[in-house]
């Protein structure tokens, strides 16, 4: 089983940046692939970045392309998503999640997560 914590939302002006982390907890961090979501008011859960359970693959939403990285460091057990030329509509909360399945492929549908932080809000203001 793995526990996940998010932090590093807060509120921020358009253009600037913002670092998430998601500590993990529990023994089999390492075999999980784990994705970035995001939820605005009003809207559905929606996939932003995922990484492998190595770190040797990533996968972006096409609005995470070019502005936001995703990495892990396995020996502490975290996973960051670092967010550059925020924009207002990034607004939401963000939530981690670790892969129902160890060692496969990213899937970017929320149904394939099984494990879930309870968010951490970004506010990017104009």
């Known amino acids: 089983q793995v526990q996940l914590v998010e932090s590093g939302g807060g509120l921020v002006q358009a253009g600037g940046y913002l670092q998430l982390s998601c500590l993990a907890s529990?023994?089999?961090?390492?075999?999980?692939?784990i994705g970035w979501f995001r939820q605005a008011p009003g809207k559905e859960r929606v996939f932003v970045a995922g990484?492998?359970?190595?770190?040797?693959?990533?996968y972006y939403a096409d609005s995470a392309k070019g502005r936001f990285t995703i990495s892990r460091d396995n020996a502490r057990s975290t996973v960051y998503l670092q967010m550059n030329s925020l924009k207002p509509e990034d607004t939401a909360v963000y939530y981690c999640a670790a892969e129902r399945v160890p060692y496969g492929p990213i899937d970017p549908g929320p149904t394939a997560y099984n494990y879930w932080g309870q968010g951490t809000q970004v506010t990017v203001s104009s």
């Open positions: 990484i492998g359970w190595n770190g040797d693959s990533t």
């Open positions: 529990g023994r089999t961090f390492s075999a999980y692939n």
